[in-house]
């Protein structure tokens, strides 16, 4: 994996019509939490591919990367193509405060199959005691 860094750091803060100026291969920043990131480099080597890249490319991508499961590597790598913070004005778009989508975690449930057996064990005993005390045991004999 060859990552390329972007080429220089902002000396100041950028607008968004800036940042949405740089929206197509070879020149692809995008915004997340009011930092500007030139993610031009990392195109070829995005482990979700160019495309969601490439569609969010000189916007404010905020809800779209926490929206979706990052590891910590992939936070880290993100340090490496910031280059700004944005200078939000009234009137840009305002990322919606949200949670991260729930990951799978298929040890999350562990422990709910006991309860299961134990109910099966109950309404056995209940159905068995029914049968008993209704007469049922008089007809195995």
Sequence with gaps: MVVR???????????Y????????????????????????????DHPGGTRILLENGGTD??????????????????????IGELLRRPGDPVPKDQEPLPVYDPNANKGGLPWLWILVFLLGLV?????????GAALLQ
């Excluded at 860094?5 to 607008?15: E, F, G, I, M």
């Excluded at 159905?127 to 007469?135: K, T």
């Design 61 to 82: 991508a905020t809800e779209v990367w926490e929206g979706l499961p990052h590891s910590d590597d992939a936070k880290e790598i993100r340090k490496d193509f910031y």
């Design 5 to 15: 860094k972007p080429k220089r750091q902002l000396a100041k803060p950028v607008t």
């Design 17 to 44: 019509d800036e940042v949405a100026k740089h929206n197509r291969p070879g020149d692809i920043w995008l915004v997340i939490r009011d930092k500007v990131y030139d993610v031009d480099g990392w195109l070829e």
């Design 127 to 135: 159905g068995a005691g029914g049968f008993y005390f209704a007469g």
